[in-house]
């Protein structure tokens, strides 16, 4: 069973949503939303260096966030929405407009439910994720992509499975950065081979 905090965290994941949204529906070019998601990131990444150098900061931070941060996170390393950040950046400044805005819900929701109904009821351990995680994030971004119209299904489809794949691969990146970048990247090529 997942502790409370992590369902917190799970939710704030969700809140990333706003990105994509964003990005859709209210930034009118790929250049605008460049430079504002690498603006935004830039402030995240300084917070984050500050709040082992600034008290006010790092208090600010102890009062409001340690319980949902873990124990990486809390000894100097970035967070996970420093992470998300960099990772919206990176998609945002290199793919299609619509292949950044599906890569980055694929983070938001496949990330969230592949953590919940890992920690839940998974049982078949791949490093530290599970195989239940994984198919339970696949499949709900295999629904959003069924949905997703600007693309075809299959590109989709595929986006979806290498951003799960790939988050559940015990590689040396955080999920946030894997997720997008692996999903984004699949996508390109499918949609240049065609």
Sequence with gaps: ?????????KATHLFSLVIPALY???????????????????????????????????????????????DHELKGKLTGASWVMISSSTVIVLFSKEVAVISLVFLSIGDTVAGLFGRNYGKVRIGNKTLEGFIAGFFSCLIISFFYKPLQFS??????????????????????????????VAMSILIGLN
Aim: proline share 6%; no cysteine.
């Design 155 to 184: 590109v989709t489809a595929s986006g979806a499975f290498f951003g799960m794949l790939f988050e559940t691969l015990p590689l040396p990146f955080d999920d946030n950065l894997k997720i997008p970048i692996s999903s984004a």
């Design 1 to 9: 069973m997942m502790p409370s905090y992590d369902y917190y965290r």
């Design 24 to 70: 859709w529906y209210v930034f009118p070019s790929q250049k605008t939303a460049s430079v504002i998601i690498v603006f935004f990131t830039l402030i995240f990444i300084l917070l984050d260096y500050l709040r082992f150098k600034s008290k006010t900061i790092k208090l600010f931070f102890s009062l409001f966030f340690d319980k949902m941060l873990k």
